[in-house]
């Protein structure tokens, strides 16, 4: 059985959902929860621009194309998602880090992205 992290954001609050259209999440359950399997640490929730799109598309990860074999269907600028720790911070330092929902943002992620670096882009109330 798979069991979660407990569900607090970066703020010290209990986590915030990040997006139910589209579903995101590690458990896709609309939140960045996390667990020991999540190998990608899918706690970082952002809203999602054009350039980190093809900036992530550039690295492999291509998250704008649809893939219905697998239900996807691909992500637009503005929509928010659960986005790796490694990859947000990977961004972060090539200057196309999208924005940061810390409400929505898992604590785990604090294990991999420096608090001020999701200070630095944060939407939300510090």
């Known amino acids: 059985m798979i069991e979660k992290d407990p569900?607090?954001?970066v703020l010290g609050d209990p986590l915030k959902p990040c997006s139910h259209d589209p579903l995101t999440g590690y458990f896709r359950d609309g939140a960045c929860?996390?667990?020991?399997?999540?190998?990608?640490?899918?706690?970082?929730c952002v809203v999602l621009t054009?350039?980190?799109?093809?900036?992530?598309?550039?690295?492999?990860n291509d998250?704008?194309?649809?893939?219905?074999?697998?239900?996807?269907?691909?992500?637009?600028?503005?929509n928010q998602w659960c986005l790796?720790?490694?990859r947000f911070l990977q961004a972060?330092?090539?200057?196309?880090?999208p924005k940061v929902r810390l409400a929505s943002t898992?604590?785990?992620?604090?294990?991999?992205?420096?608090?001020?670096?999701?200070l630095h882009h944060a939407l939300d109330a510090q």
Do not use: W
Not at 33 to 44: A, E, K
Not at 50 to 60: N, Q, T
């Open 33 to 44: 929860n996390t667990c020991t399997q999540d190998s990608g640490s899918h706690t970082v």
């Open 50 to 60: 054009a350039e980190f799109l093809a900036f992530s598309k550039y690295v492999g």
């Open 7 to 9: 569900s607090v954001n």
């Open 63 to 78: 998250l704008s194309t649809p893939r219905p074999e697998f239900g996807f269907e691909g992500l637009k600028p503005g």
């Open 92 to 97: 972060h330092d090539e200057g196309c880090a």
């Open 106 to 118: 898992h604590k785990s992620a604090l294990d991999i992205v420096p608090h001020a670096v999701l």
């Open 84 to 86: 790796c720790a490694a």
